[in-house]
């Protein structure tokens, strides 16, 4: 028998791909404890994309807000607290966070993944399994509940009216759809605009219709901008018109997704949308899109070896190999290679 009930805290604040991860542990409480209260402590981009979600009551925290949001947090929350803090973030903010809400049992990362002065926050740790997922990891704090996530469902909740916008953004006259979401929140692992134009142009020859999507940030205007120049085609300019509840719907339009590691290649594959993830700076196989690598590029263990001076096998699971040039080492052949096991798999 699961040993709680409700009501529940998760403390999840960003970014918006482990936001994404954090869903299926929302489906597994639901269908395991359906009695359950459920509470989130999320931050605003993060809930901008789940807000409605059913079930679940949202609190939002701006991290800018510092002690004094904190305070106020804790006035909002329940007067008499939790049965269960699934504290899920280890960032020093975060487990600063997790002390205004008040929980009997506090249940977080084990130690491997701890930092940030993690398990002085904490009374109870998930189990240690090195070599997972991001999404698995964090699927694991269900077990001390007596539980067990064994199904993995997303469901983001997209309105009727998100929808309704995305099939507006283009008529669908049967050629299968190329999006490019260039950006991540993390600069060094962005792809150059060249090499983005060069494979956009390799789909739109092979009778490919091209989307670009993204945010409202310098950054993502200008790579797109870039990104357009270089081509020697047409594409359809989206970035910056969508919401965060309208990008889901945007990326279920298309076929295959291009991406660096970055919360759209999160998204994208909870909606069912293939993803050509390119990966220098982080492991595919920790953190790229969960249900599918097939057509990711991995450069990881080149990047490991290059700017770290051993092999991927002989680093901590997780360790970032952020460096300036590391994403260099994603050629546009291996693109263009990943592209075409694509094609062969669903449209030869």
């Known amino acids: 028998m699961?040993?709680?009930?409700?009501?529940?805290?998760?403390?999840?604040?960003?970014?918006?791909?482990?936001?994404t991860h954090v869903l299926p542990l929302v489906r597994t409480l639901q269908r395991g404890l359906p009695g359950a209260e459920l509470h989130w402590v999320i931050d605003?981009?993060?809930?901008?994309?789940?807000?409605?979600?059913p079930g679940v009551g949202f609190?939002?925290?701006?991290?800018?807000?510092?002690?004094?949001?904190?305070?106020a947090l804790r006035r909002e929350l329940p007067a008499g607290g939790f049965d269960a803090l699934l504290q899920m973030q280890v960032a020093f903010r975060a487990n600063v966070l997790s002390a205004f809400i008040p929980a009997r049992r506090r249940i977080g990362y084990d130690k491997s993944r701890s930092k940030d002065l993690h398990g002085l926050f904490i009374n109870e740790r998930i189990p240690?399994?090195?070599?997972?997922h991001v999404l698995d990891a964090i699927?694991?704090?269900?077990?001390?509940?007596?539980?067990?996530q064994t199904d993995v469902a997303w469901d983001l909740g997209t309105p009727p009216e998100a929808h309704a916008w995305a099939r507006a953004q283009w008529e669908d006259d049967g050629r299968p759809?190329?999006?490019?979401?260039?950006?991540?929140?993390?600069?060094?692992r962005n792809w150059r605009a060249d090499r983005y134009a060069a494979v956009a142009d390799h789909a739109a020859a092979r009778g490919w219709k091209v989307v670009l999507c993204g945010g409202r940030s310098e950054l993502e205007r200008s790579t797109t901008d870039a990104i357009l120049a270089a081509m020697r085609g047409p594409a359809l300019d989206l970035v910056g018109k969508d919401t965060l509840k309208q990008l889901p719907a945007l990326l279920a339009r298309?076929?295959?997704l291009l991406t660096p590691d970055s919360g759209p290649m999160h998204i994208a594959n909870a909606v069912g949308t293939k993803v050509l993830g390119l990966h220098a700076a982080s492991n595919p196989e920790r953190s790229g899109p969960y249900s599918d690598r097939r057509?990711?590029?991995?450069?990881?263990?080149?990047?490991?070896?290059?700017?770290?001076h051993k092999p991927a096998s002989a680093l901590k699971w997780g360790t970032k190999v952020e460096f300036d040039g590391v994403m260099d080492l994603v050629t546009v052949d291996d693109a263009i290679a990943a592209f075409e096991r694509y094609v062969a798999d669903h449209l030869a």
């Open 2 to 19: 699961p040993a709680t009930s409700s009501p529940l805290c998760l403390l999840r604040l960003s970014a918006l791909g482990d936001v």
């Open 44 to 53: 605003k981009a993060g809930h901008k994309l789940l807000d409605g979600l």
């Open 59 to 71: 609190h939002v925290y701006d991290k800018n807000s510092g002690l004094a949001g904190m305070r």
């Open 128 to 132: 240690d399994r090195p070599g997972i």
């Open 139 to 148: 699927g694991s704090f269900c077990e001390p509940l007596g539980l067990k």
């Open 177 to 188: 759809v190329l999006m490019i979401s260039p950006c991540s929140s993390h600069a060094r």
């Open 254 to 256: 298309a076929d295959l």
């Open 295 to 308: 057509y990711c590029v991995d450069r990881y263990d080149d990047a490991a070896r290059r700017f770290l």
